[in-house]
């Protein structure tokens, strides 16, 4: 059974997409089951760059079934934009490449308005959601009150919930937030639309056709989304998602037992970034954090927004690879450390007047930690056309051996940079 799970380990924005791209030469099936279209997964093939914020990044291989599982919120709309895009780029030729699961979410215009006046509302204590409608979703999810996928060929059914959904909405959006309220008719109508276009994709059980591919042996990648330090129960909350990004998600997410969970792959950047609010220890608000964020070009797929950089964090990556299982790293973006002359790596933290090593659970207590550092010296190489480990320059080795050992964890790929080619293999994935 060949059950892999791709994770982030910091707060997003690792280099997923790319590395799932590159494990889905050797894959049969890759699986979304968490999030929705606030994840953008970022792949470059051939020069020319993807985004993806609802299709599994396996879709750039015709052979390569993807599926989207229950535990994603779909917004129904922009998948059917996505679609028409890869479609446009000569992917997707066979509509059944793509399956969704009659189980999922349906993220509703609504839901993003929610998402927007409740920011708005929130001033300078707000998340920094992507404004994708991810919280409001899965609220009516949890409150029993969704409409699901397969809801959306249920006329009867669905003319009743969305009823329901709206008549809750419009009372806030009336009486609480001042806004306009939305009107069900022209929604119902778009979604019924909507449906007729994404028949072909429709799936009423992807737990059995999971289970059935696991069992016959097929290599399945199951392609987490944002970071273990965004995860609703274990990551800084409240500045988090609202959905569970551990690998353990990918279990509860599609429906299958975590004991075909074979490998738990854990994708860094070498250093980080966050976008959004909520505490970041190692942040650099200087010339250096100004320096990763230009090199490493550190915008936001899903919102265009800048993002907060710094060292890396192996704290934080130490609590990633405990809360994850995770058995193996990817480190992505060493290109981008080239030319400093010392590098930070955060080790232990200090709490007042004593030092930790684990990673505090309340935001709050991370929020007044100081990071310990252990400095090593920089490369002034570049090493985005470097192809192999032996090729790097010695303190760029000497670098990701230190991270390797200090985390007890095996790097099996290094990334210099955004395509495929730019790749040093360690150790094959399906091995
Ligand atoms: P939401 O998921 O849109 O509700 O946003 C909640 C928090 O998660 C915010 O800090 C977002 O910036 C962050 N977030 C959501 N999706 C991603 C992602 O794909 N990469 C990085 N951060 C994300």
């Known amino acids: 059974m060949s059950g892999i799970v791709v994770i982030g380990s910091q707060w997003g924005d690792e280099g997923k997409g790319k590395c799932v791209d590159l494990f889905a030469a050797q894959a049969d099936y890759v699986i979304r089951f968490q999030g929705g279209a ?68 349906i993220l509703l215009p609504c839901h993003r308005q929610l998402d927007g006046v409740r920011e708005r509302e929130l001033g300078d204590e707000k998340i920094g959601t992507t404004g994708r409608g991810i919280g409001p979703a ?67 059980e992807t737990s059995l056709f999971i289970q059935k591919a696991l069992k016959s042996g097929k290599k399945v990648l199951f392609e987490g989304a944002q970071g273990t330090l965004l995860d609703i129960y274990h990551g800084t909350y409240p500045y988090v998602t609202s959905s569970s990004t551990l690998a353990g998600a990918a279990a509860v997410g599609c429906g299958i037992g975590p004991t075909f969970l074979q490998k738990i792959v854990g994708i860094s950047k070498a250093y980080s970034t966050r976008v959004g609010t909520g505490p970041f220890p190692t942040e650099l608000n200087d010339e250096q954090g100004d320096r990763l964020q230009a090199v490493g070009q550190e915008f936001g797929a899903t919102t265009g927004r800048r993002r907060r950089c710094g060292w890396l964090d192996l704290v934080g990556l130490r609590y990633a690879i405990r809360t994850n299982g995770i058995t193996n790293l990817a480190l992505t973006k060493l290109d981008v450390l080239s030319g400093f002359e010392e590098v930070k790596v955060c ?47 010695r303190n760029a080795r000497e670098y990701v051996h230190y991270v390797g050992s200090e985390l007890s964890t095996p790097i099996d790929l290094i990334s210099v940079g955004p395509s495929r080619e730019q790749t040093l293999w360690i150790k094959p994935l399906f091995s």
Request: with cysteine.
């Open 138 to 204: 899965y609220e009516d999810r949890m409150a029993r009150r969704a409409i699901l996928f397969g809801d959306l060929y249920q006329p009867e059914t669905l003319k009743k919930k969305l009823e329901r959904c709206l008549e809750e909405k419009n009372f806030l959006f009336k009486h609480l937030y001042k806004v306009e309220e939305v009107a069900i008719e022209p929604l119902y109508q778009k979604l019924l639309e909507v449906a007729e276009n994404l028949k072909p994709y429709r799936s009423q």
């Open 38 to 105: 606030n994840a953008g997964h970022t792949l470059v093939v051939e020069g020319k760059k993807f985004i993806l914020h609802l299709i599994p990044s396996g879709i750039l291989y015709d052979n390569v079934k993807c599926v989207i599982a229950p535990g994603v919120v779909l917004d129904v709309e922009q998948l059917l934009e996505e679609i028409k895009y890869v479609k446009e780029q000569g992917r997707l030729n066979d509509d059944s490449q793509l399956v969704i699961s009659d189980n999922c979410t």
């Open 347 to 393: 080790t232990r933290y200090r709490l007042g007047d004593q030092e930790i090593d684990s990673f505090p659970v309340s935001a709050e207590t991370l929020g007044k930690v100081e990071p310990i550092y252990k400095t090593l010296p920089g490369w002034s190489e570049k090493i985005s056309e470097v192809r192999s480990v032996k090729e790097l320059p």
